[in-house]
């Protein structure tokens, strides 16, 4: 298998904002920040182009405030984007708290990102494309899921394999676990860290992990589990077929680990790779990620 690859998600503004120390109410607390672009959907797509695939495309919805900066950073990163411009909302605004255990936690400004619409999409953007990805955050706006399910058709009738990043176990809860599973049907991988794949197969916060990845495995084809540093679980048609081991990392910040896997795991996919083997790039891919400041790969 090979070919291009098309992001259809979301480009971010990250706010990252590393606190060694705990949060002190009600008054200051010492970090270091930094304004980094960013978005589930974009740091795939620049992490998949890092990792050597030759061809990424990228459609997203941008604010007029920073549409020209994320366009030049996904350039410089080997991503073809396809930018619309939003003439009312803001670019999408991600405030990543990160922690002295690398640990972070989000306060998210959607912004133009569930904005992307089905005018958005032409057929066209899947020729030449061997595999299209979408980012799960589509799925949780009204606008934007529309869109994604239009793409996910359009790649179907097409004969072109869907893979589909669950992105947040929050907004799965909010949504509705059996919404988002009846949205993505027909996707033939999906890609779920732990909490989103326990969530997803009805698996308590605490049980083996391996159940809920074998039991989406029946839903979705190829089941992707990311685990941090502990690495990944495939499984494949209701069963675990491998256990991948995570890379040493000294963890700085792990906001786009989990893009990052998804980049490298579809760009090994895309040359050629079997499941294992492409999960063990995503997971080389994580590594990296989590000893860097932000979601994207070193320019």
Known sequence: MSGALLVVGDVVTDVVAVHPEPLAPA????????????????NAACWAAHEGLAEVG???????????????????????ARLV??????????????????ERTFLTD????????????????????????????????????????????????????VSVDPASAGFLAAWGVERFLSAIGGAE??????DE????????????VARAAAGLSRRVP??????????????????VTARVPGRPARAVDSTGAGDAFTGGFLAARLGGADPAAAARAGCAAGAAAVGRLGGRPPG
């Open 222 to 239: 190829l089941v992707v589990v990311t685990r941090g540093a502990a690495g990944a679980l495939v499984a494949e048609r209701g069963a």
């Open 58 to 80: 990228l459609l997203a919805r941008v604010g007029t405030e920073s549409a020209d900066w994320h366009e030049r950073a996904l350039a410089a990163a080997g991503v073809r």
């Open 197 to 208: 794949a326990r969530l997803l197969a009805g698996v308590e916060p605490g049980e083996d």
């Open 27 to 42: 008054t200051d607390t010492a970090a270091r920040i930094r304004t980094l672009p960013g978005g589930a959907g974009a």
């Open 110 to 161: 959607s912004g133009a990102a569930l904005r992307l619409s089905p005018a958005d999409w032409a057929p066209e953007l899947l020729d030449g494309v061997a595999h299209l990805h979408l980012s799960g955050y589509l799925f949780f706006g009204e606008t934007s899921r529309e869109l994604a399910r239009l793409a996910l058709r359009t790649a179907r009738d097409r004969g072109v394999p």
């Open 189 to 194: 991988v999906l890609l779920p860290n732990e």
């Open 85 to 102: 411009v939003d003439p009312a909302e803001p670019t999408a605004t991600v405030v990543s708290l990160v922690d002295g255990e690398a």
